[in-house]
C-alpha cells in the first residue's frame, strides 16, 4: 500500500507538471502584447515595453551589444535574427524553456511584512537560498524580524495578474475566490450527497411503484432541462414564497441566507446523479445471490438492507466523494454568473477573455492538481470502506 500510494504521489505530481508545461508554453505563443494592460499599451513607449518584457523575463538584453543594438557602429549580427533588432532595441526574446524555469524557481518567495501585515518588499528568489543560508551560518532565525515590526515570510508564488486584478498576486486572488466558492459548493454537496442517497435509496426499497416513478421523473427533468430555466423557477420561487435573496451579498445582515438559493440550484444535478447510481447499485446488489442467502437465514429487510446492500453499493459512489469534495474550490460557472457570486466559477473564463496568462495560468495548475489527487484519494477511500479491494497486488486487484 505505502509503495502504491508513492507511486501514485509521484505520477500525479509528474502529470501536474506536464499539463502545467504545456499550457505554459502555449501561453507564452501569444503575442507579447497580452502582457500588458490596455492603459500600458497606449501610454508606454516602445522602451519602456521592452524594459516591462524585460522584467516579466519574456526578454532580455543583448549580451553583445549590451543593449544597443549596435557594435563598432554597425548592427549586432548576434541579435540581427530578431525581430527587434530591425528597430536596433538590443533585445532578444528568452527561450520558453528559460521562462519554464524562472517559473519553477519564482514559485517559493520570501516577502516582508510590516507590524500592520502589509507587504513591504520581496526578496528576489535568485537571493532566497544565499539569504537562508547567511541567517543560517550567523545562527540568526531565518524567518526572524529585519527590524522593528518587520518580518518575513515564504509564499507559494505564481507571479502578478496583469489584466484582470492588476498587481495582484495570483495565489492571493485565487484563496480570495475560492473561499467563495467553497462555502457555497460544500452546503451544495452536503444537500446533494445527503438527498441523493436517501431518495436512491427509497427507489431501490419502492422499486416500480409510485414513489419510483416520482424520482424517476425528477432525474429525467434535473437532466433534460437546460440548467437556466431550472435556476430560474428555483430562484423566483425561492423569492416569492420564502423571501429569500435573489443575489449573493456578502455585506448583507444575513449573508448566509444570500448563499441559500445558490447551493440549491448547484445541487439540483447533483442529487438526480446520486439518486440515479445509488438506486441503480443498489438493485445490483438485491439481485445478488448473498442478498438472497441473508434473507433466507431470517435477517429483517431493514438489516440486510442498510447492514449490506447499502455498504456495497455505497462503494462505487464513494470513489468520486473526494473529487466532488475538491472541485467545489472550482465553483460553477453558470450558477455564480446567475446570482452573481464572486467565485472560481466565472473567473477563468473572464480571465481568459481578458488574456489574463498568468491567473490563467494559476487557475489551470488548481484545477489540474484537484483533479488529479480527488481520483488518487477516491481509490484510497474505496479501500477503506471495503477491505475486500487492493490497489496493488497479483488477481483480482484494482
Not at 537562508?132 to 524580524?145: I, R, V
Not at 522593528?148 to 505564481?158: P, Q
Not at 439481485?287 to 434473507?295: C, F, G, Q, S, V
Not at 477563468?348 to 484545477?367: E, F, K, P
Request: with cysteine; proline share 4%; aromatic share 10%.
Amino acid at each position: 500500500m505505502v509503495k502504491y500510494i508513492i507511486k501514485r504521489i509521484f505520477q500525479s505530481v509528474l502529470v501536474i507538471l506536464l499539463v502545467v508545461c504545456v499550457v505554459f508554453g502555449l501561453l507564452r505563443l501569444m503575442p507579447s502584447d497580452y502582457f500588458f494592460t490596455e492603459d500600458e499599451l497606449i501610454k508606454f513607449t516602445e522602451t519602456q515595453k521592452y524594459a516591462k518584457l524585460e522584467r516579466l523575463g519574456l526578454m532580455q538584453i543583448c549580451p553583445t551589444c549590451e543593449g544597443t543594438g549596435l557594435v563598432n557602429g554597425e548592427a549586432c549580427r548576434a541579435c540581427r535574427e530578431n525581430e527587434l533588432a530591425v528597430k536596433g532595441t538590443g533585445y532578444v526574446n528568452r527561450s520558453v524553456l528559460a521562462q519554464l524555469g524562472d517559473f519553477f524557481r519564482d514559485m517559493l518567495q520570501m516577502r516582508v511584512f510590516n507590524d500592520k501585515g502589509k507587504e513591504v518588499k520581496s526578496i528576489e528568489p535568485i537571493n532566497l537560498f544565499s539569504y537562508l543560508s547567511q541567517k543560517l551560518k550567523t545562527g540568526e532565525s531565518p524567518f526572524g524580524q529585519l527590524k522593528e515590526g518587520y518580518h518575513t515570510k515564504v509564499k507559494f508564488n505564481l507571479g502578478k495578474s496583469i489584466r484582470l486584478e492588476k498587481n495582484q498576486y495570483v495565489t492571493e486572488v485565487i484563496a480570495k475566490k475560492m473561499t467563495v466558492s467553497m462555502k457555497i459548493g460544500l452546503l451544495s454537496l452536503a444537500i446533494s450527497l445527503v438527498l441523493g442517497v436517501v431518495l436512491g435509496v427509497l427507489q431501490a426499497i419502492y422499486k416500480d411503484k409510485l414513489f419510483d416513478h416520482i424520482g424517476t421523473a425528477y432525474t429525467v427533468i434535473a437532466n433534460a432541462v437546460p440548467r437556466l430555466v431550472i435556476y430560474t423557477i428555483i430562484m423566483i420561487a425561492g423569492a416569492t414564497f420564502f423571501g429569500l435573496p435573489m443575489r449573493y451579498d456578502a455585506t448583507a445582515p444575513k449573508p448566509w441566507l444570500t448563499m441559500v438559493l445558490p447551493a440549491i440550484c448547484l445541487s439540483v444535478a447533483s442529487t438526480a446523479n446520486y439518486m440515479i447510481w445509488t438506486r441503480r447499485y443498489m438493485v445490483d446488489e438485491l439481485n445478488k445471490d448473498y442478498i438472497r442467502l441473508a434473507k433466507l437465514k431470517g435477517l429483517s429487510d431493514r438489516k440486510v438492507m442498510f447492514r449490506h446492500v447499502l455498504k456495497n453499493a455505497f462503494v462505487p459512489l464513494a470513489q468520486y466523494l473526494p473529487y466532488s469534495i475538491l472541485l467545489t474550490v472550482g465553483g460553477s460557472l453558470l450558477v455564480e454568473t446567475f446570482f452573481a457570486v464572486p467565485g472560481m466559477g466565472p473567473e477563468l473564463t473572464t480571465a481568459i477573455s481578458r488574456y489574463d496568462l498568468n491567473l490563467v495560468q494559476g487557475i489551470v495548475l488548481l484545477y489540474a492538481t484537484m483533479g488529479i489527487f480527488g481520483v488518487f484519494l477516491g481509490d484510497l477511500l474505496m479501500t477503506l470502506i471495503d477491505p475486500r479491494i487492493k490497489l496493488t497486488g497479483k488477481g483480482d486487484v484494482r
